[in-house]
């Protein structure tokens, strides 16, 4: 994992005084409210419903353990005792004031960690795979290239007040895509050429929000070298061009439509000819620098199913339906990947308490060498245990209500906090998805069922991604009731796509009946080895209309 | 009278900045220092040569390209920011420096306030036309609230990996 030096240490510090310095004029009225807004906002706090909320960075999804045990000191002496895990690997609280966050910034400072730009109409956290580094199928190692990116997006001079926010995701897995990197404003994908040089595949223009689209190539192949300067490339033509005039048309996935992806990847080349041989052009040497902080940590030399796994697995269905669903297949043999599910029924998704962050913590030291990863599903991983320790660490999770079985199935939903905490909603969400987790609480079916993503957002502006949802439920308001429109279809993988509307829409006690049977349509329909996704591709949308609207 | 902010201190800003006139009306150029909107200043650069004391200003929206081969014709050239919010100004400022060559005084005029100091110093200001309402004497801490930068600006091209890691 990366490591601070003198620089990064000296920068950060100069942030939370700065900070310290804007919220003392803020509260002694020499800002404007208005001007006040974008810097606490590029500080990560949002003044939401019923009180502030500050959204902390994890860069890339990576923590150490004792940045978890800092998290849950600050959740527990400025907040409530519990904190949310959001969709592009932040962590927020929901009831900080105002007046406490410079000294949140600085407790989360001394484990170099900070909110920066997690808000705001700048480049925000840049995300990637959370098996990067451990996964056997991947090009290279995307996070020394996250953490370049991270480091140029830093308080990057130009691009502070862009038209709107912006997200950049990265991906080195070619034959799945977990970081949804073509529903970024940038996707990159690392790949080689015909001449085996290693660069990145660009997607520009994909977002979610209330113009939902799938970002289109601009460019094939950017060498490594070169990755720096082509974005800033892209940054400018967009920050000159992107529209300011309505907010909800300054994404740069308006631009990109508007002068079209060919005339975009144009102006693009043009502005990057112009900067492709200055300083911030990387140096091999940068690089390598960069790889050596995510080098592989102590594996000792073990050989797959041992003994202790097999037994255990013949042993407890239990145990063996979680190592089906929650374990992955890791790199080194005798080695696992691990998903603990934040989504125990009853318990809205993504939200911890410090006590089990702390126990996450605990756990982290004791089985995968100190560092966890946390997901754009609202899970967090352990990247690295031994898989003769894999039922110990098995009944470890389960009190905790980490070990629900149920990983990329139906009930692994993606769920943003909706009409509880959000003052945009439309309608709640996080009932919704209990009811559906009531609905299918019969394990074994819900793996009969297989791969499904059932995403759920409160209102348009998508945070729950319910557009790349297979199913996908979005809160709307009809005359001042909450109703759901569901969509079917979308990806967030390698086959992105936007999910396209059932019909009109439906109240909330018939949900769990909705979902019921746009399965049992594809219960129905499908053919041995189909998931959901491509039963509905296969059939179309009229089978499913006919029965839930029969 | 508002202040002016360069590198070495605050100053009195006595310079006048001309707004583009109404449909059919005509610019009448200051005596005293004064910066022209710069399509006029354009049109009347060749009458304009004698005066040292007459610069031009780019609106966020306006393209520099339009003035790249005059700009070191003039002692100042002011960059109006409509909204502080308006980005657009600090790309107009490093192409100005980077790619045009502008060699005198870069100022930023219009909703200038203390919290974009710095970006605006790494994007190549050197002059700030500080709003009327903002305290002078915090612009010192602002113009310098970080030792060190990541990226290559106009500033210090250097980007840090540059010299943490130097070949
Ligand atoms: C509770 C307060 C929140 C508010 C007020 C809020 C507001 C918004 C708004 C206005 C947008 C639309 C932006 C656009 O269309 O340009 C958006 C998008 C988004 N938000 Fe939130 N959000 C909140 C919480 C969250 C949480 C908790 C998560 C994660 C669980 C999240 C993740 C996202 C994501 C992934 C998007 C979609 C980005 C895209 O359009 O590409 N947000 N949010
Ligand atoms: S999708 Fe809407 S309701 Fe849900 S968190 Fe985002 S803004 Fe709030």
Known sequence: ?550 | MPNLIRHDGIHTDNWTIVHPPAEGEAVEVPEGPALLPAAIWKDKRQELTGRNDIGFWLDSHEEPEDLADYVNEVPVIGVNFPKFSDGRGYSIARLLRERFGFRNELRAVGDVLLDQLFYMKRCGFDAYALREDKNPDDAEYCLNVFSHAYQGAVDDDTPLFRRRWAS
Request: charged fraction near 25%; aromatic fraction near 10%; hydrophobic fraction near 35%.
């Open chain 1, 1 to 550: 994992m990366y490591v601070y030096d003198e620089y990064d240490r000296q920068i950060l510090k100069e942030r939370v005084v700065q900070f310290r310095h804007q919220t003392e004029r803020a509260l002694r009225g020499e800002l404007e409210e208005h001007e006040f807004l974008p810097l606490r906002l590029q500080n990560g706090l949002y003044v939401q419903r019923f009180a502030p909320m500050l959204r902390m960075a994890i860069p890339y999804g990576m923590l150490r353990s004792r940045q978890l045990r800092r998290l849950a000191e600050v959740t527990r002496d400025f907040d409530k005792g519990y904190a949310h895990f959001t969709t592009r690997q932040n962590l927020q609280l929901n009831w900080p004031a105002v007046e406490d966050v410079p000294d949140v910034l600085e407790a989360l400072s001394e484990v170099e960690m900070h909110a920066n730009q997690t808000s705001g109409n700048c480049i925000r956290n840049t995300t990637t795979d959370q098996f990067a580094g451990v996964q056997k199928d991947e090009i290279v190692d995307p996070r020394p290239y996250c953490e370049l990116i991270r480091q140029w997006s830093t308080y990057h001079p130009e691009f502070a007040f862009l038209p709107r926010k912006f997200k950049i995701a990265v991906n080195a897995s070619p034959s799945t895509d977990r970081a949804a990197v073509q529903v970024h404003d940038i996707g990159l994908e690392l790949h080689r050429n015909d001449a085996g040089e290693l660069g990145f595949r660009v997607y520009v223009g994909g977002g979610l929000g209330r113009t939902p689209m799938v970002g289109p190539v601009i460019r094939e192949f950017i060498p490594e070298r070169d990755v720096l300067t082509y974005l800033e490339a892209i940054l400018r033509v967009y920050n000159r061009y992107g529209r300011r005039d309505n907010k909800f048309k300054a994404r740069i996935k308006i631009l990109v439509k508007a002068t079209t992806p060919e005339k975009f990847a144009e102006l693009v080349e043009a502005e990057w000819e112009q900067i492709r041989n200055t300083p911030t052009r990387l140096t091999p040497e940068a690089i390598e620098q960069m790889k050596g902080f995510f080098t592989e940590p102590d594996y000792e030399d073990l050989e797959d199913n041992p003994p202790a796994l097999t037994e255990a697995l013949s042993a407890s269905k239990a145990f063996s339906n979680w190592h089906t669903r929650n374990v992955s297949e890791h790199k080194k043999p005798g080695y696992a990947i691990v998903t603990l599910t934040l989504k125990q029924t009853g318990v809205p998704t993504g939200d911890v308490s410090d006590r089990q962050l702390e126990a996450i913590a605990d756990l982290a030291d004791e089985y995968s060498f100190g560092e966890v990863r946390v997901t754009h599903e609202q899970n967090v991983v352990l990247a690295d245990v031994r898989q003769d320790r894999l039922q110990e660490l098995w009944e470890a999770l389960r009190p905790l209500g980490f070990a629900t079985a149920n990983l990329g199935t139906l009930t692994d939903m993606i769920c943003c906090p909706g009409g509880d905490f959000c003052a945009l909603a439309n309608a709640k969400s996080i009932p919704v998805a209990e009811a559906i987790q009531r609905e299918f609480d019969d394990l074994d079916f819900l793996y009969d069922l297989g791969d499904i993503d059932l995403n759920i957002s409160g209102c348009m502006n998508a945070c729950g991604h319910h557009h790349v949802g297979n199913i996908g439920v979005l809160g709307v308001d009809k005359k001042g009731q909450e109703f759901y429109q569901i969509s079917l279809g979308g990806s967030s993988r390698r086959d992105a796509s936007v999910g396209k509307i059932l019909g009109p829409s439906f109240a909330r006690e018939d949900m769990p009946t909705v979902v019921k049977d746009i399965i049992q349509v594809y219960v129905d329909h499908r053919t041995e080895e189909e998931t959901f996704l491509d039963t509905y591709r296969r059939i179309g949308m009229s089978p499913f209309k006919e029965r839930v609207y029969a």
